[in-house]
Structure formats: structure tokens, C-alpha cells
């Protein structure tokens, strides 16, 4: 978060909205719109910009203003919680600084109450949840309704006309985006999802795609284009490519973005994927073990795809909301048409003796890592790909990884492997 950022987004006179508040100074009612933006999709507070049309909004606060922010969120609310809070010091006035105040429902202990009341956000502006609206936000502060509300449904192996799954492997990714109550009423813009598209056909991921399908052979690739079912308010971007004369392309992409239906509802959500589809099988009538340095490339490569700065304006855009409140990829799924130790053999990994094994992981990711961040990013993959490894009971993944990390990714990808090796 820069100054710049900031400036921009107060020059293009965004209106307080959902999930975007302005505050002059520190007040009473900075708790109350934390709680009610915990409650709801989340959301920032720029602390130090005025709501009123002078010629300059940002006029900043002292330091100090941190503290009462947090003394107010722990004395005013119900669990005791704060939000991030990022400084952004003002050059030209020394002492003072925009803050930067970020709520993420994720990280809340949801429902934040205030004197027994549960703040709610809507159209802007702060309101209290009515019996039905607490009901709701109670139920779901069980381990078990948090853990199903944060997750995307269920994914599936793609399957052929005998029912058999007609993929290796599959993963995929996503995240709820919080829409501007106004946009829940509009159907997705055609302009916004070809930019979405256009950000896709230059993220990581196809930069992962395309080495790999030149790993494989020279071929073809189509970049992500609208494919199969689209709808007013759903879209299916889709992405191929492999070697020349192969039946089938080895290797898909597909994006989906799905806003549910809403009428009458004061908020609503972007449904966002982003998953992999791996046909071997079918492409060269045989399947073959996946190493792990390809697989962390290509988890890798899908998460900072959700991250990259245009895709997430992209998705801002069709949500009409300010990519300042974009959240992050909430979790992988991983499912093989085969036994797992069958998909990772020739990694060096060991199977326990009658451990059992498995086809699939469904992992949540931890909301403390900041996934725009490498590094953290990278800690994170390793725990997973350490937790499908240890339920499909294989040992090794810990040494395999450093190893991994000890050099390059490109330099691992580069050494050779066993010629029928993903």
C-alpha cells in the first residue's frame, strides 16, 4: 500500500460502499464499522481522508491514532479483535500518515457484537442485524460451519461417457469476492471479464502452462477464451494446449466466475475458481508419475495468479468493488484418477507399510500467510503438498522439498527425469 494507491483511489472519488469507508480522524464509530465489515464481506477504512469534495481529501492523522484504533476495537468489542492496520506516512507533513485499515471476515472471530449487537454493512453505511441475520452469524462460528463457509463446493474429476474419470489429475483454487450491493443486480461486463481474461492469458499460470506444453513437445495453445457455459452472470474462460497431433490436449485451464442469484438480498459474492485439468491419458494413451518440483510450480503458479495485480483488478471490477478489499485464495483441491503414490512414484518418497493411501486432498490455507508474498507463499505450498504426501501415507516430502528449494525451481524442472515423467 503505497501513497500513491491511495491517492488514486480517493482522486477517482470512489463513494463509501460496502466495503470502503472513509474516516477524517479517529472516532467511536471506527469499531462499529470494523465489526460491521467483520460481519459482512470485509473491507477497509482509510483513516485521515475526508468524505467531503475539497480539493484535497488526504489530510492525515498523527501517529497516536493507531493506538486509539486498537484500544477502541479492544474495549468496544465482543470477542476483543483488531484488524490489520497499515501506515502509509504522509512525506509532505511530518508526524502523519493515512492508516489503512483492513477487515478480513476470515481472520474474525465472527460475530463481532457490540454492547450484545451484531453491526452489519449495507450500501455503505452501518446497520444491525436482525434475529435471523444473528442466527446466522452464531451458526457459523462453529469450527464446522466456518470451515464449509470458507470452502468452494466440492470438486470433481472430469468424467467420460462410461463414467470413469477421463483426467489424471486435477487442482484447483478460489475465493469469494464481496460485490458492491449495486453491482448484485447487474449482470457480469462483458469489457470486465475479457480484461479478466486478458490478465489470465498473461499470470503465472500460463507462463507455467506454456513451459510445460514445451516440455512435452512443440504444439498449439489456445489462451483463456469464453468456452462452454456462459450466462449473464457466470463465465467459463478456458485454456488448452499441447503437442502437435496429439488426440486431445494434455493439459487445461478453466476459470469460473459464478454470481449467485440474490434478489432481494443486500449483499452478494463472486463465486471465483481456478483449476487444472491434466489428460495424459487420453492425450498419449498413457499416464505418468508428476514430480514435485512441477506440481509446486503449477500450485504456485495458481495461487499467484489470484494475487497478481491485474487479475484481482480485474475481478474488482466486476464485483465494483475497490481491489484494495480483494481477498486471496482461500484453500487447494487436489484429485488424482489414481492412487496417490502411484501419481508421485520416482520423487523419492517412501509408502508406510499397510498405511492405506489416497486420491485427493481438500486444504485450507492458513489466513495469517500473505499470499503475495513469495516466500510466504512458498511456506505454505510446502505444508500442503506435506499433507496430501502424509495422507496418501508417504514419508520423504520434507527432504524432497528441501531439496527442491536447495536450487532453482527452473534448474529443478530442468534435470532429468525419468523419460515417461511429467
Known sequence: MTLERVRELVAIGQPESLTLEYKEKYTPRIPTSVAAMANSYGGVILVGVTESNVDDRVVGVPEGTI?????????????????????????????????????????????????????????????????AGLARLINEATPQAVAAGLRLPPADLPMDDQGKPSADFLVRTGMFVPVDAAATWRPLSERNVQAFADALNNSPLHQALFRWCASIGEGGMNPFHRSGFNRARRVRLLWQGGPDGAPAYPLEAVARIDLPDAYGAPVSHLQVSLEVVARFQH???????????????????????????????????????????????????FLSSTDMPDLLAGNGLASVPDAGTSRGANLLADP???????????????????????????????????????????????????????
Open 283 to 333: 492425450a498419449f494413451g498413457r499416464s505418468a508419475p508428476l514430480s514435485v518440483a512441477r506440481l509446486h510450480e503449477l500450485v504456485d503458479a495458481l495461487t499467484a495468479s489470484l494475487v497478481d495485480d491485474k487479475v484481482t483488478g480485474a475481478l474488482a471490477a466486476l464485483a465494483g468493488v475497490d481491489p484494495l478489499v480483494m481477498p486471496q485464495p482461500l484453500g487447494l483441491d
Open 67 to 131: 493506538v486509539q484504533i486498537v484500544n477502541g476495537c479492544h474495549q468496544t468489542l465482543e470477542p476483543p479483535w483488531e484488524p490489520e492496520i497499515i501506515p502509509v506516512p504522509l512525506p509532505e507533513t511530518e508526524g502523519r500518515m493515512i492508516l489503512v485499515v483492513r477487515v478480513d471476515p476470515a481472520k474474525a472471530s465472527r460475530p463481532l457484537l457490540i454492547q450484545g449487537a451484531a453491526p452489519i454493512r449495507l450500501h455503505g453505511r452501518n446497520s444491525v442485524a436482525d434475529r
Open 368 to 422: 495469517g500467510v500473505d499470499q503475495r508474498d513469495a516466500a510466504e507463499r512458498r511456506a505454505l505450498i510446502d505444508s500442503w503438498l506435506q499433507q496430501i504426501s502424509l495422507d496418501a501415507g508417504l514419508l520423504g516430502m520434507e527432504k524432497v522439498l528441501e531439496q527442491l528449494h536447495g536450487t532453482s525451481l527452473e534448474q529443478q524442472l530442468r534435470r532429468p527425469h525419468r523419460t515417461d515423467a511429467l
